[in-house]
């Protein structure tokens, strides 16, 4: 492939009563807090050992302080509105500047690997799109070869349709894609035990 992937990544800043709000109704906005922050240690982490150019999207504002080095990304504020919305201008900023392919990740699945990224770049030299399915009907990772906003329109988003219905609208176009393994999201208790990872 030409061009070297993009890799976006989603995230909301970190803040007490703002993060993993379902999974505060059951441990507290303190642990969530600290659940979540753990998570965006993870995906700097795996994010890093991928060969793409990675561009960060901050929910609130850009935090030049983070953990997340300036250096390894360019780091921007997503748009106001909903989330298709905000990917589609992240999906067509990545395409104006650097061409495809294109992928964007959040950082709610901490089953993620560098690997399972990489396999889905190497599979977007031959598909037009590769989707990363979640396990509560959402996807994990969304990838493009070129610039299709229409993926993100008319799509019921944080709910169980929105796989399928993304499937519906690759379908329909023609457009060829494939899929990831199937993972979990961590967004309520019982998501962070089945991983069990250990927090302070």
């Known amino acids: 492939m030409a061009n070297r992937a993009t890799l976006l ?13 379902r999974l505060a109704q059951t441990v507290g906005p303190e642990r969530a807090l600290k659940i979540y922050r753990a998570l ?15 561009i960060l999207f901050y929910s609130s504002f850009i935090d030049e302080k983070d953990n997340w080095p300036n250096q390894g990304f360019s780091k921007y504020l997503q748009v106001s509105g909903g989330l298709g919305d905000r990917m589609t201008a992240a999906f067509q900023q990545a395409f104006e500047e650097n061409g495809g392919p294109v992928l964007i990740i959040g950082s709610d699945c901490a089953q993620l690997s560098p690997a399972i990224v990489e396999q889905g770049i190497q599979l977007l030299e031959t598909n037009d799109f590769v989707i990363g399915p979640a396990e509560d009907g959402g996807y994990y990772l969304l990838g493009m070869k070129k610039f299709h906003p229409e993926v993100f329109q008319n799509v019921a988003w944080s709910t169980e349709t929105v796989l399928p219905q993304t499937l519906e609208i690759i379908s329909s176009n023609e457009w060829s894609h494939a899929l990831l393994p199937v993972l979990s999201d961590i967004d309520y208790e019982e998501d962070w035990e089945k991983h069990g990872w250990e927090i302070d």
């Open 9 to 21: 990544i989603f995230i909301k800043n970190p803040e007490l009563g703002k993060a993993k709000t």
């Open 40 to 54: 965006l240690d993870h995906t700097c982490q795996l994010t890093q050992a991928v060969d793409a150019q990675r």
